[in-house]
């Protein structure tokens, strides 16, 4: 009998020099960098902040905040492992997408990635997240939020902008 043989699937490749190990560490280094810079200023202001408020000239002003919501001031009654488990999810996403080449931007998605993050780790500490730049006008934020809505809008903006790299398969 004739056996018809079952063609192997192409299987994914990751390159690791050249371009492809440019994103990577891009997105890496983008992502630590944010992460750091938030917990920096979340532990600054939870030690400055603690018994006064700042005010700045300009719109912003410092005043800190301990958010159990999600964004924005809402979700304030979803659970923690909730928040946690989604908000991972959400990140480990974006970080595989990104680290496959699917976005044409690896710093865009390591800002969104390093702030998303950051607030995982805040919120895991005491199922809060420390906050502290106030408008008056809109919910108190921190530099996690700032980081993750910029990025996102740079992922969207660089979507139109430029085609991803096309995936390596052998």
């Known amino acids: 009998r004739d056996r018809q043989r079952t063609p192997a699937r192409p299987q994914m490749t990751t390159d690791l020099s050249g371009p492809s190990r440019r994103k990577h560490i891009t997105l890496v280094a983008t992502a630590a960098a944010v992460f ?5 200023t979340k532990i600054t202001a939870s030690a400055a902040l ?5 005010d700045l000239p300009g719109p912003l002003d410092l005043r800190l905040s301990h958010n159990p919501g999600v964004a924005f001031g809402m979700g304030n009654d979803t659970p923690t492992w909730l ?5 991972g999810a959400v990140a480990a996403g974006i970080a595989v997408a990104a680290w496959r080449g699917l976005f044409a931007s690896s710093i865009a998605a390591g800002v969104v990635v390093g702030g998303a993050l950051a ?3 805040d919120r895991s500490q005491a199922g809060t997240v420390v906050d502290m730049l106030y ?3 809109w919910p108190t934020f921190n530099v996690a939020d700032v980081a993750i809505v910029c ?19 052998p």
């Open 83 to 87: 928040v946690l488990t989604l908000t």
């Open 50 to 54: 603690a018994d006064r408020d700042i």
């Open 151 to 169: 990025g996102a809008f740079a992922l969207a903006a660089t979507a139109w902008r430029a085609p991803p790299e096309p995936a390596t398969v």
């Open 36 to 40: 750091a810079v938030d917990l920096a």
């Open 119 to 121: 607030n995982v780790a």
């Open 135 to 137: 408008t008056g006008w």
